[in-house]
């Protein structure tokens, strides 16, 4: 039996990269897959469904309030539950990379609404339905950079460690709902964003020396870890941080 059997799973920033390699590993597991994105998702959609899965897709802003509470009306009206949030829409790729001063607020500003907001926006969104079914599980994207410490992306790495405080909290103030909250951490992965930008895809690549598993990150590293939360198997398992990074920070 499919692990994910007809649960029913946001994926916000699901249309490309990561977001979309976890909505193909939900989809092939048998979850009902709301890929929540501002991006158009037709052709993976068009995908899951020619492979057999369900999918359907909302355009949402993780950064609009409105619109996360659309995301979470219209996911009740497709498919009448919501069991699984993976918060994974953040500002990464096209960060570029400075010192503190030469960071502007607006820049913070920005990065910090998309990524940590949005988290707590689209948390805040599903949290009625999955309290009245007694069951839930929210699933949120931070970093390896988080855990270890980096230079020049300050308002990205703060966004990132305010993930993994707000999943510590909000596993604590859920659990009695039911409802797990956990972190996935992962390196940094090569997408076809990251691939695309040279300078970019170098940097990653550097990455690969840190870690006890010694290559390239791709996307389908990290969607067994997403899927094993988003399970029955982690029923036990709330407020933690698993790293996905090929050894690379290790607790």
């Known amino acids: 039996m499919p692990r994910l059997e007809n649960r029913v799973a946001i994926i916000t920033g699901g249309a490309q990269g990561i977001g979309a390699a976890y909505a193909r590993g939900f989809a092939a597991e048998g979850a009902h897959v709301v890929i929540a994105d501002i991006a158009p998702a037709d052709a993976l959609i068009d995908e899951i469904k020619s492979a057999g899965g369900s999918a359907i897709a909302v355009e949402t ?90 230079p020049n992306l300050l308002h990205y790495d703060t966004s990132k460690g305010a993930v993994i405080s707000f999943t510590r909290s909000i596993a604590r103030e859920l659990g009695d709902a039911g409802i797990r909250a956990n972190t996935i951490a992962p ?50 398992i709330t407020g933690q941080v698993l790293a996905v990074d090929g050894g690379s920070a290790m607790n």
């Open 61 to 150: 802003d993780v950064t609009d309030e409105s619109a996360c509470a659309d995301m979470a009306a219209r996911t009740i009206d497709a498919f009448g539950r919501i069991d699984v949030l993976v918060n994974n829409a953040a500002l990464w790729v096209h960060i570029p990379s400075k010192p503190i001063m030469e960071i502007s607020k607006a820049e913070w500003d920005k990065v910090l609404d998309v990524n940590i907001n949005g988290v707590f926006l689209c948390t805040r969104a599903v949290v009625p339905q999955m309290t009245r079914q007694g069951y839930g599980k929210i699933i949120n994207i931070s970093s390896g950079r988080a855990l270890k410490g980096f």
């Open 187 to 236: 390196g940094g992965i090569m997408t076809d964003n990251v691939i695309e930008q040279e300078d970019l895809r170098a940097f990653i690549a550097l990455g690969a020396a840190t870690r006890a598993i010694r290559r390239d990150q791709v996307p389908e590293d990290v969607v067994g870890a997403c899927i094993f939360l988003a399970s029955a198997e982690s029923d036990f």
